[in-house]
């Protein structure tokens, strides 16, 4: 099983490489910073004996990517899943940030996730099914003032899967969006949780956990895993409740979360 | 006068042990995580003495790379202010964490701080040791009792438990001592694992959330002071000749998990040595 990740470095790309690795799968890293990637192939290839190649890239940037997509062509390499993990937040009010931010977030996102995706489609083996997962977000399953672009771009992955999945069901090709709550992946992330209190510890999932049933899902082939049952009651009753009011809830939390984070 | 390199030097335990080291007299180098609190932590401690021989160096010790880059920093500083002699190595810098989170390399993070960077450490500060015939001391506990390594998933990737997770981290701590004493002893190297007891510090509050923070918090007023565990440290950093013993508790040795023996020792040496990429002292 060949697997390239996007975003392999950060928190949750390296949680599927590991789980990868376990489960003896070949790697193709690729992610915007070097030594990140050079220092994880070094330790899994010491914890598992996995093999790993990586690529440095910014998958934002039309010639890198084409330069990746080279780097995989002349290993004459078949690819059987893709992970799109690579994205961006800004987080703050929408005045508030600069739109070389906004912009941004919608370039990784959505720009880069479907250049990517395009791109592999092209190294799937005949006869053979691709997976392909990509990395929405509980912030998907509804509108959220403060997070309003973020939220949006991972509502967009959400669909696109959707779609995509049934368009190319019949190749052979199946995609599965991941709407995860909080991952305590970075410091950052970690504070943010614990701003949020009770709801922060609850809608959050265990890292690990998300790796491992995932690559699961997607092997039986799932088009929608939303980790965690209360995270799967709010996006249910998101889908009841009258949308204004979600929202007006949605922004007093974040309020309250942003207020805190910046008195801290 | 001894010669002493520190990790996790700026709060808690570590702080408590540089002062009172200092104030008898030794010289120190300290490693913490930032820049910043590494410069708190000066200033608080020229307070309690203005002419402390006290140096700071910052690391990320989780990182192995950041491991490697400040100890041939230290090397540098000690061959050309110390004579290459290093008398004591107090391996001190812990964390817990609430979830699982990986280093850069993937390593769960609790093994990769608690384990990994002292067996690093010690590695690669080992010839200056080994010159002073000196002394090597990991910060361990009670908690590594009741507890058995789980060898087929040591990341604890699978049904991660925090509080497991931590314990085998000072299990692993146990083990590296035996297996240190065992390879290093006949080159006039001894190494102690300390049990400080419960003490109040503030370990279980730096990026943890929700139930570990808040047990730790409840828990840890019950704890001494961590000057109390400080003298354990100054013990056996001082004495003329290497103290008995190898898990030390006060003054005195203790008991410690019959887990604890030759076979379960040089395997972890072996899975360490692969982890960190590095051949160190073959017993044949």
Known sequence: MNVVITGAAGGLGRAFAVECAKRGYNLILTDICEQGLKTLAEGLIRSYDA???????????????????????????????????????HEGAFTQRSFEQINSIVKVNIEATLRITYMMLNFKRVDEPFRIINVSSLASQFPMPLKAVYAASKRFILDFSYALNEELNEKNVYVLSLCPGGLATTQNAIEGMAVQGFFGNATSNRLEVVARKTIDKSLRKRRVYIPGALNRIFSVAGKFLPVTMITRVIYMRWKRALSLRCNT | MKNIVITGATSGIGLAVCETLLVAGHRVIGIGRSAESCDKAKIYLLSKKNNADITYFNADLMQMAEVR????????????????????????????????????????????????????????????????????????SESHKNMS????????????????????????????????????SKKGIRAYCVDPGLVNTEIGLKQTFGIVSLVWSLRKKKGVTPDVPAKTYHFITSSETHPEGMYIHGEEKKEYSSYVNRENADRLWRISENLCGVEFGRLR
């Open chain 1, 51 to 89: 093999d790993v190649i990586y690529f440095t890239c910014d998958i934002t940037d039309e010639k890198q990517t084409e330069k990746f997509r080279k780097f995989i062509d002349i290993r004459n390499i078949y690819i059987d899943m893709l992970f799109n993990v690579a994205g961006i937040d």
């Open chain 2, 69 to 140: 880059k400040v100890s041939s920093k230290i090397i540098e500083y000690i061959d050309s202010n110390w004579d290459g002699m290093l008398d004591v190595l107090i391996n001190n810098a812990g964390c817990v964490r609430s979830r699982y989170c990986t280093t850069k390399e993937g390593y769960e993070q609790q093994f990769a701080l608690n384990h990994l960077a002292p067996f690093l450490m010690t590695y690669s500060l080992i010839d200056s040791l080994i010159k002073a015939k000196g002394r090597v001391i990991v910060t361990s």
């Open chain 2, 149 to 184: 390594m789980r060898w087929d998933d040591l990341m604890f990737t699978r049904f991660y438990k925090p509080l497991m997770a931590y314990k085998q981290s000072k299990l692993a701590n146990m083990l590296f001592i035996l297996g240190l004493n065992d390879r290093f």
